[in-house]
């Protein structure tokens, strides 16, 4: 059959200068986020610039892995045969303890997942040398 | 109204819609161009400026200038996503006024619902960049992220699924009444309930078609637009917007850039809500429409289900709204900004037959673009 019938493995990221930190704290089993020296902000994604006051002064920060379901959907169909074959499963934008929103897979019951919830941080390895930061519901939430 | 006219649209045409596997992008494009010129009663030979969007080419004007044997003295390829052609006219009465060009073009053609059945590699921009922290998750975009604006906004005030629904179900009554609607069976609110979840909490129904298809727009000065075959749809307002790339990075997800640039682009008309009698949003999901009309200022935050339920946008109701049928049901092929822009003119001119909305003198056209990311804005007018 085609090549789109049997479909194609799921995306891994294409790490780059400025990504590196964050990937390879996610491998290490830690969140590790970007973090203004200067005016002292969290941020994500990992970039060359503070977004809020433009400063080079920035370092990887260790972050707690805790945080709050801002919104989420619960996926019954993708196009990608690798993802389709997992629905139905949650995508959740998270609002960090920290600050930051970040766009994760929480791997949850889709019918135990509220808005207002709090989740923590798991990680998921996707190739020997990538793992991918994804959520769960906390325990103690 | 304090805004000069200056520039005006003269020409419209849809190239052939819905599943066109004879077309290429560029033949659709061709086709809407010769109609859109037939339509202002000028020739290809007379433009002199080439504006497209689309992902189909590393620089689309240049691409289409050259397939059309043009070569014109302004070109545009801007690309913010469906919203990109109501960007472009207002850059192309930039150039206009600015003396660049006289006779601009402005055109879009996909053959996305064909190219569907073919074969394609995976793109490798999709894992890049900032999309290196959304690929890997199984994000189906766009869908996924106007799922999640749906949801924070159900959260947030209460929005129904039925109320969302019932922007499909007055969409469709437009649609039956256009000939070159895709989809003009009846539909229910219980139709939309029940047709499978693609996101939740969007059903297959909340969500717009798939479909090939092309249009085009002429824009032209106000000297040409006097000598003109049809009566010339002024441009009164202009503006484009954008708060996000990634739908993680919207700093609300109940509030489209469409609150920057409805504003603006009356403003610069000089005219209020209040004055506009004809309304086309871009609907690529139920929601879409209703953060839009939220975020232009029709109803206060969060009262965009009540809005729903209290108006009729349907055909002899008193809000008339996407009176095409939409890119719900009536033609969607990738992006969609340049069909509302056809539909309005023509709406203006009195010529759109059974679904003509009576008295439509002024226009507000809202595109909106990527994950609800851009916003454009454009007021357009009889004399």
């Known amino acids: 059959m085609t090549q789109e019938k049997e479909g194609w493995p799921a995306p891994l990221p294409t790490i780059d200068s400025e990504s590196a930190a964050y990937w390879q704290a996610a491998h290490e089993g830690y969140l590790g986020i970007p973090h203004c020296k200067s005016c002292d902000k969290y941020f994500f994604y990992p970039r060359a610039i503070c977004p809020f006051c433009q400063s080079k002064e920035l370092e990887t920060a260790r972050v707690s892995g805790r945080g709050t379901i801002y919104s989420y959907t619960v996926v019954r169909r993708h196009p990608n045969p690798a993802f389709n074959a997992r629905v139905p499963y949650v995508i959740a934008l998270i609002d960090l303890a920290e600050g930051p929103r970040l766009l994760t897979a929480l791997r949850s019951n889709p019918e135990e997942v509220k808005i207002g919830s709090a989740v923590e941080a798991i990680f998921e390895e996707l190739s020997p040398q990538i793992s991918l930061p994804c959520f769960k519901l906390a325990v103690n939430g | 109204?304090?805004?000069?006219?200056?520039?005006?649209?003269?020409?419209?045409?849809?190239?052939?819609?819905?599943?066109?596997?004879?077309?290429?992008?560029?033949?659709?494009?061709?086709?809407?161009?010769?109609?859109?010129?037939?339509?202002?009663?000028?020739?290809?030979?007379?433009?002199?400026?080439?504006?497209?969007?689309?992902?189909?080419?590393?620089?689309?004007?240049?691409?289409?200038?050259?397939?059309?044997?043009?070569?014109?003295?302004?070109?545009?390829?801007t690309n913010i996503g469906g919203s990109s052609f109501e960007a472009h006219v207002g850059h192309a009465a930039m150039a206009i006024k600015a003396g660049l060009c006289e006779v601009v073009l402005i055109a879009y053609g996909s053959t996305q619902r064909s190219d569907s059945s073919r074969k394609r590699p995976p793109d490798a921009n999709a894992t890049r960049l900032n999309l290196q922290y959304e690929a890997p998750y199984g994000m189906p975009s766009p869908v996924g992220a106007y799922a999640l604006a749906a949801m924070r906004h159900m959260h947030?005030?209460?929005?129904?699924?039925?109320?969302?629904?019932?922007?499909?179900?007055?969409?469709?009554?437009?649609?039956?009444?256009?000939?070159?609607?895709?989809?003009?069976?009846?539909?229910?609110?219980?139709?939309?309930?029940?047709?499978?979840?693609?996101?939740?909490?969007?059903?297959?129904?909340?969500?717009?078609?798939?479909?090939?298809?092309?249009?085009?727009?002429?824009?032209?000065?106000?000297?040409?637009?006097?000598?003109?075959?049809?009566?010339?749809?002024?441009?009164?307002?202009?503006?484009?917007?954008?708060?996000?790339?990634?739908?993680?990075?919207?700093?609300?997800?109940?509030?489209?850039?469409?609150?920057?640039?409805?504003?603006?682009?009356?403003?610069?008309?000089?005219?209020?809500?209040?004055?506009?009698?004809?309304?086309?949003?871009?609907?690529?999901f139920t929601i879409t429409v209703l953060l839009t009309l939220e975020s232009l200022g029709f109803c206060k935050p969060g009262e965009g289900g009540a809005f729903v339920d209290a108006h009729n946008f349907a055909p002899g109701g008193d809000f008339p709204l996407n009176t095409n049928g939409g890119g719900l049901s009536y033609t969607h092929p990738g992006m969609y900004g340049i069909f509302p822009l056809i539909e309005a003119v023509r709406q203006l001119r009195d010529e759109?037959?059974?679904?003509?909305?009576?008295?439509?003198?002024?226009?507000?056209?809202?595109?909106?673009?990527g994950v609800l990311s851009s916003a454009a804005t454009c007021i357009l007018g009889v004399e």
């Open chain 2, 352 to 369: 759109a037959g059974d679904r003509q909305v009576g008295g439509a003198s002024l226009a507000l056209v809202q595109g909106t673009g």
């Open chain 2, 156 to 284: 947030q005030y209460g929005t129904t699924p039925e109320q969302l629904a019932k922007i499909a179900v007055t969409t469709r009554e437009w649609a039956r009444l256009n000939p070159k609607a895709l989809m003009r069976d009846p539909l229910t609110v219980a139709d939309v309930l029940k047709s499978p979840y693609i996101c939740e909490p969007l059903h297959l129904l909340d969500c717009c078609l798939v479909t090939d298809g092309g249009g085009a727009l002429i824009v032209t000065s106000k000297e040409r637009a006097r000598s003109a075959r049809k009566k010339p749809i002024w441009l009164l307002g202009h503006a484009e917007s954008t708060t996000h790339d990634r739908i993680s990075a919207m700093p609300d997800l109940t509030v489209t850039p469409a609150a920057i640039t409805g504003p603006q682009a009356l403003a610069q008309a000089g005219l209020t809500l209040s004055d506009i009698n004809l309304v086309e949003i871009y609907d690529s």
């Open chain 2, 1 to 77: 109204m304090n805004s000069e006219l200056s520039v005006a649209i003269v020409g419209v045409a849809e190239s052939d819609l819905g599943k066109t596997p004879q077309h290429t992008v560029m033949s659709l494009q061709a086709q809407a161009a010769l109609a859109a010129l037939d339509d202002a009663g000028l020739t290809m030979a007379e433009v002199d400026g080439v504006v497209t969007a689309g992902a189909w080419g590393w620089a689309p004007s240049l691409q289409l200038a050259e397939y059309l044997g043009l070569k014109p003295k302004y070109i545009d390829s």
